[in-house]
């Protein structure tokens, strides 16, 4: 009976062993997390200056929202057009560099270690190098067009190049995604092109029937990462342009930052927050229904393949 109690003792101790290994992660999430994000719910029904006292006011902030404020119209549709533009540079961008370092080529280790640089250094700092990249006046990108014979534009001062200055640097830490479609690429069998390659597929046809078929599921993935991002986008247009020129990237997340720090506007600025919050989860399920049709799961085709 003794052993039965010791060894009874043991398993009970090898069950909650695991939970405090997860714990300190569970009290950052809920104390970090999701303790202010139902807070900022809360906030987003009062009037919440920062100097004086909260009132309630329902769905007031609301109602302002989207019927006496006409910047936050303009400000959705600089970030979907932003969004546009970003998700599938960002996502071609990734994969071509995924390829490239897929390749065996000598001293490929130190070029994936290059590429992926970018993933890891601040938003503070790659605003400043893109500040100095794209100034119109000692920049050294109109520097090098200079030597072709073409005069630059003034890229973060005219409103017709300053939202594309923001697609390009944003486009710049691409690293991880880089990574995600390298390993996936990775555990592709070799047997497949191997027989794609006797049956007279060229490269390019490999691509289009074995590979990208073979890393939907990590497109899903990518894409869905990339659209939060791209909506989400504050540091480089904060840093890099503040919004201008005339407001021309004034993104949906700057928006929010200056009403809720520079406004003082905090219960209305949760309301844009959440607003945004809906809009991404609306997304990301419209993508995963979509993904049905266009998603490849290799163990969906065994059990298809055991049925028949």
């Not at 995600?180 to 597929?201: H, M, Q, R, V």
């Amino acid at each position: 009976m003794f052993k039965n109690s010791k060894k009874t003792n043991y398993q009970l101790v090898n069950r909650k062993v695991p939970y405090l290994f997860i714990l300190p992660w569970m009290i950052g999430f809920l104390v970090f997390t999701l303790g202010p994000l139902a807070f900022s719910l809360i906030m987003s029904f009062f009037e919440w200056p920062i100097t004086s006292e909260p009132a309630f006011i329902g769905i007031e902030n609301y109602k302002n929202m989207f019927t006496a404020d006409p910047q936050f119209y303009k400000s959705i549709g600089i970030t979907f057009k932003f969004a546009i533009i970003f998700v599938p540079l960002n996502l071609a961008i990734a994969l071509i560099l995924s390829l490239l370092i897929t390749q065996p080529v000598k001293g490929m280790k130190i070029f994936r270690t290059i590429f992926y640089l970018p993933a890891v250094v601040s938003g503070v700092a790659i605003s400043i190098i893109w500040g100095w990249i794209f100034n119109s006046e000692y920049g050294i990108f109109n520097y090098l067009l200079s030597f072709i014979g073409i005069d630059g534009p003034r890229w973060l001062v005219d409103p017709t190049w300053a939202i594309l200055t923001i697609v390009i640097a944003s486009a710049w830490g691409v690293g991880t995604m880089m990574l995600i479609f390298y390993t996936d690429i990775k555990s592709i069998p070799p047997e497949l092109y191997e027989a794609a390659a006797i049956d007279g597929a060229n490269p390019l046809r490999q691509f289009f029937s074995i590979t990208i078929p073979s890393i939907t599921p990590t497109i899903l993935f990518n894409v869905i990462t990339s659209v939060i991002a791209a909506l989400q986008q504050l540091t480089l247009v904060l840093l890099l342009t503040g919004g201008g020129p005339l407001k021309s990237t004034y993104f949906y997340g700057l928006y929010v930052y200056n009403n809720a720090f520079k406004h003082h506007q905090l219960g209305y600025a949760s309301a844009n927050a959440w607003f945004m919050f809906i809009i991404i989860l609306v997304l990301t399920l419209v993508i995963f229904k979509s993904s049905s049709a266009w998603v490849f799961y290799e163990n969906e085709v065994k059990k298809e393949g055991k049925k028949k």
